[in-house]
């Protein structure tokens, strides 16, 4: 009886030292950006496809993106359906370290929106501080969370949907 070798599983450690040490192609970072779009829009469209049945529309996708502390630049993100709107404040609550991307979808006019985004509430106090250096969106949203009026105003925005 031969017995067989099992492959040699890689740690992440020896994966980022990989990574890290090896030379690299030069890439630029709108390369990088428009790759990741497409890769973020199809995790979205599939987490729509997999609960379309589970939920009644309107529902709603929650994106958690968080940086990894064990390499530059390494992004994680989780995409969550749900069917209520989660409360700006919750989501602050028990996600502190992570950027939160809130959609909601609806299947009748298979309409995408965004309802708000906020980054990391370390992130949020640079955005304050440099209002000029950030989307005029992203600064809206975030002065929102901090009066208070981001949960209220998301809720009409999407009153027609």
């Known amino acids: 009886m031969v017995k067989e070798k099992k492959p040699k599983t890689q740690t992440v450690g020896k994966a980022v030292h990989d990574i890290i040490t090896k030379e690299h192609s030069s890439i630029t970072a709108g390369e990088i950006l428009d790759e990741y779009q497409h890769e973020y829009l199809e995790e979205i469209l599939t987490c729509i496809r997999d609960n379309r049945t589970k939920y009644d529309s309107p529902f709603f996708v929650v994106v958690l993106t968080k940086k990894e502390p064990w390499a530059l630049n390494v992004m994680r993100n ?50 304050l501080k440099n209002k000029d250096l950030y989307d005029p969106q992203l ?20 009153a027609g949907s």
């Open 78 to 127: 989780w995409f969550i359906a749900r069917q209520t709107r989660p409360s700006a404040r919750w989501m602050r609550k028990e996600f502190p370290n992570f950027m939160q991307t809130v959609y909601s979808w609806n299947d009748k006019s298979e309409e995408l929106k965004i309802l708000w985004s906020l980054p990391t509430w370390q992130d949020a106090l640079v955005v």
């Open 139 to 158: 600064v809206r949203w975030v002065i929102e969370y901090e009066s208070g009026v981001l949960d209220h105003s998301a809720l009409n925005e999407n």
